[in-house]
């Protein structure tokens, strides 16, 4: 399967809500339980059209990230003063950065790209880092492999494997019936 393909088609058919649209509040909400406070640099990987900055007042120290074009297209409309790129995931060079999200992007993400992007995240990482990464359960998608599929602990573990040095696991329920799971991180060693 082609990956991106099938995510280029997935927001052509759905438009910008197709790929997390909307709610950058309640995001930020999650995000500031793993530590994330307004002002801090951040990496936003698999930013999608950047709905989370909806929720962050202070937007001079994000980039966004993702892997797919049209995300960034989208984005780039609603936020001209932000800087976004479109990267291949185990590519990724930025500078360190205090807080890195991954919103909902290994919920549906190819398995084989998985560990590719968690050196991605890593190499954002500082000793100082924080970070969250988020994950949509019961939300399915037939063009990709979700990850509720997944062991979690497999999943943190395989952080922790990566050099990220606190992986801690946690559930908030969504308005819409929806629970995250997140898994707040930090390189702290
Ligand atoms: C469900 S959307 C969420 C967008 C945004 N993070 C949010 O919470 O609003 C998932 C996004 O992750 C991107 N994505 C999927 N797999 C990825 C990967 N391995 N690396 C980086 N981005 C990825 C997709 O292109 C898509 O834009």
Known sequence: ????????????????????????????????????????????????CGAILEGIEDKSQYLGVDIVSQAIEYARLDYPECTFKVFTPGTL??????????????????????????????????????????????????????????????FAELLLSHGIGSVQIDKVKHPNGFTHTYLAIAYDH
């Open 93 to 154: 060079k930025t500078p360190k950065k205090q807080f890195i999200g991954a919103g909902s992007v290994f919920t549906h993400t190819a398995r084989d790209l998985v560990e590719q992007s968690i050196k991605d995240i890593k190499q954002a990482m500082n000793k100082d880092s924080l970070g969250i990464i988020d994950i949509l359960e019961g939300d399915s998608n037939n063009n990709t492999i979700h990850l509720a599929y997944w062991n979690l602990q497999e």
């Open 1 to 48: 399967m082609d990956y991106i393909k099938a995510y280029e088609d997935h927001y052509r058919n759905n438009g910008r809500l197709g790929a997390g649209g909307g709610d950058g509040k309640t995001k930020v909400t999650r995000w500031k339980k793993a530590g994330f406070v307004d002002g801090m640099s951040i990496l936003d990987y698999g930013c999608g």
